[in-house]
């Protein structure tokens, strides 16, 4: 999907980049979801080796949060407000907490973006958004697939006995972490 919103003779000129600069911005919020997994899985007293993990990448994500507000000066007017998003967009139902609010046309009114000449931004934003659901779809049903191979060539060939179909389970799901785990 980017690829197709960078290619895209319908762009205007100024446009240059932003298919990349979306993605960006898309790519900064499921960062901030995973730190914010990371901490409440770390519960009230995390290890020293969990508080360096997570301040490592805020500070990465702090890094990536000013190169993107930097580049959002190429494409966003500087008198456009960023908000709480569209009242009528139904893009962010979720709690923000202490995370910044990046300049994203889905944390803008569409009619301010409208009106500033960006209108644009708000459709590829969407496609990009659509994009990445179709992504994340595509890896659970790549997941789902996985996890019945593994019951069809562990599990079940494991029948008539307990202790290796307990031993075939732990191996599943040792292979699921350890997949997770690289994501």
Known sequence: ???????????????????????????????????????????????????????????????????FSRKANQYLAEDILVGQGNADSDWHDVELGDEAILPLPSNISADQCRDHGVGYLVDDELKLRQGQANDALHNIRIDLGHRSFLYRTAVRQAKHSQHKKSRAWDAVHQRYIADAARR
């Open 1 to 67: 999907m980017q690829l197709q919103l960078a290619e895209d003779p319908a762009q205007p000129s100024s446009a240059r980049g932003v298919a990349s600069w979306l993605s960006l911005g898309l790519k900064i919020e499921e960062l901030q979801s995973r730190i914010a997994g990371l901490v409440k899985q770390a519960g009230a007293n995390p290890t020293i080796t969990e508080r360096l993990d997570i301040d490592r990448r805020k500070t990465r994500l702090d890094n990536m949060i000013d190169d």
